[in-house]
């Protein structure tokens, strides 16, 4: 990319372009759109991410971003805590809540092992779940991971650790989405849902 | 979109998507990833953004953003300042400069007549214009706007401006791009390349 007349644009456009899916030619239109804001808007965008940054705090319970030392989830005494979500982040947590047909609680990875990222099992909250188990107070461990390598790899690895206590660890169904049509369905996933058919009776 | 289990971040997100071509879930994601971030790194990514606006300044002549009142091809000794391209904003600058083929000054007007965006003749660089046109060092006016009504009317406005004044004023050349197919050029185009052919001279 050709050199900018400011440092100042050129030193934004670089932060700006650090943003995953951000490149330079969109990090300079955004440094131009911010350019043509009121200084105070500037300000508040600034301000709120570092902020943010500063002060979050996480749920000591489930690892879940919280304003609490305790998210509403954890606290709220209508959730069954015998049955544990196992997730990767906190948007898998709102859009499993988003369905409203889960009535456990979660547990937020943090990450997922993934050895080209470099994040191995330390990196993210595995220790804690172990430490839920063992309580004797968890019923079944339902992971919601990804299925990619990664999220596969990590299912295995939880599972190595759990496998000892007397739970059930399941994973989320998959299947061919509802709406979809079996032509154009790869095959390992139509190849699961056979394997993994339901009674008729639950899909009603 | 779900409510967040965070203010803090609530606030972050709404921020983020204030960016041009941001929604709400992409803004989240990168919420997300500044969280994974080290604190002196997203200080430095929000106060970068908040000094540009702050103190960026903007060439005396030709509006180009600048670190300095004037800006360093206003500054040069070998540029013909008797031709003027007058173009939306610094992008362009950008991208006529990397071509090397252009040797006079800018104009930057900062934005385009846009009735639908509230954008009159009085919120962009005009006045200044025709100032210098006024001084009589000038010769030459090459518009190089964009191809859009508000293009267009931007244009138009600014001929009437000067015709009054003995210069020549002319546009960027609009073509087949090199390297296209006649055939999958729109018509538009292809007529205009017809009607402003070129010597065969200037093509070799």
């Known amino acids: 990319m050709e050199s900018l007349p400011s440092k100042l644009v ?17 990090a300079l239109r955004l440094a131009l759109f911010l350019l043509k804001q009121d200084k105070s808007m500037v300000e508040d965008f600034g301000n709120a991410v570092i902020r943010m940054r500063q002060d979050v705090r996480y749920c000591t319970i489930c690892h ?3 304003d609490d030392d305790v998210c509403e989830i954890c606290k709220s005494t209508k959730r069954n805590r015998a049955i544990i979500c196992v997730v990767e982040d906190i948007r898998d947590v709102m859009a499993i809540e988003n369905t409203s047909q889960y009535n456990g609680v979660y547990h937020v990875l943090g990450g997922i092992i993934s050895p080209i990222e470099g994040i191995g099992p330390g990196d993210i909250n595995v220790k804690t779940l172990v430490e839920k188990v063992k ?10 991971l990804p299925t990619t ?6 299912n295995f690895y939880l599972y190595k650790q759990l496998k000892e ?3 059930t660890v399941s994973t989320i169904a998959r299947g061919i989405a ?14 699961r849902s056979i394997i993994n058919r339901t009674p008729y009776i639950n899909s009603i």
């Open 10 to 26: 050129e030193n934004a456009v670089n932060e700006l372009s650090r943003l995953p899916g951000i490149g330079k030619k969109t």
């Open 64 to 66: 879940n971003i919280s």
């Open 135 to 144: 309580t004797g107070e968890v019923k079944e461990i339902i992971m919601a």
């Open 149 to 154: 390598i990664e999220g596969d790899t990590t």
């Open 165 to 167: 206590y007397e739970i």
């Open 178 to 191: 509802i709406g979809d049509d079996l032509e154009y369905t790869d095959e390992i996933t139509l190849g």
